[in-house]
C-alpha cells in the first residue's frame, strides 16, 4: 500500500475510531463496525494496528493530546491569572456531553481496566504537566511542580464534571482555581 494512501487509511480509521468511541462506548467498537465506518476493510484494521484496543488507545490519546496542546498554547505569554481566565473560558466549550467530553469519560473509564492506555494517559499528563510547571515557575508560583499537578487535575475534573453539573462553568470555578495561583512572593501592593 502506497505511503500517502496508507497514511490516509490510517487517519480514517483513527477518526472512524474516535467517532465510534463517542457515540456507542469503548466497549462497544467492533472491528467490522470501525472499518465500515472507515470505509476499508476489515482487515486493514489490524495491517495498520497491532489490535484494535491499540487503535483506540491511539484515537483517544489523540484527541486528549490535542486538548492539552490547545490549552498550553492559550497560556504562552500571559500571566497565571490571565492564563487560567483563558484556558477556563477555552473550557466552557466543553458542555460535558460534547464529542471530546464524552471521549474523555470513555477513556478514563477504559484505562482503569488497560495498563497501556493508563500508560498512555499518564504520559500525555506529564507531556502537559511539564510546560505548566515553568509557565507557574515564570509567574512566581509557589511550588509549581505540585501546583501543576492540582490545577491540570481540577481542570480535568471539571471537565469531566461538566456532563454531571452544567453549573462548573468558568465563572463558577475560577475563582477558586485562582487561589492556587497565588504569587510566591507577594507584591506591596498585595501585602496591603
Request: charged share 25%.
Amino acid at each position: 500500500m502506497g505511503t500517502e494512501r496508507s497514511r490516509q487509511v490510517r487517519e480514517r480509521l483513527l477518526a472512524a475510531a474516535g467517532e465510534l468511541i463517542v457515540e456507542r462506548g469503548w466497549s462497544a467498537v467492533s472491528t467490522r463496525v470501525l472499518a465500515e465506518r472507515a470505509g476499508v476493510g476489515a482487515g486493514l484494521v489490524h495491517y495498520h494496528f497491532p489490535s484494535l484496543n491499540a487503535l483506540l488507545n491511539e484515537a483517544a490519546l489523540g484527541v486528549m493530546a490535542e486538548v492539552a496542546e490547545q490549552t498550553l498554547a492559550q497560556l504562552e505569554g500571559t500571566t497565571p491569572q490571565e492564563g487560567l481566565d483563558l484556558a477556563l473560558a477555552a473550557l466552557d466549550a466543553y458542555p460535558g456531553d460534547d464529542p471530546a467530553s464524552t471521549l474523555f469519560v470513555e477513556a478514563y473509564l477504559a484505562a482503569g481496566r488497560d495498563v497501556e492506555l493508563r500508560r498512555g494517559i499518564t504520559a500525555v499528563l506529564e507531556r502537559f504537566r511539564a510546560p505548566l510547571a515553568d509557565w507557574l515557575r515564570g509567574g512566581d508560583i509557589a511550588d509549581p511542580e505540585a501546583t501543576a499537578r492540582v490545577l491540570a487535575s481540577a481542570v480535568d475534573g471539571v471537565m469531566l464534571h461538566r456532563a454531571l453539573d452544567p453549573a462548573l462553568d468558568a465563572a463558577a470555578v475560577a475563582p477558586v482555581l485562582r487561589r492556587l495561583l497565588a504569587p510566591a512572593h507577594p507584591t506591596e501592593q498585595e501585602r496591603r
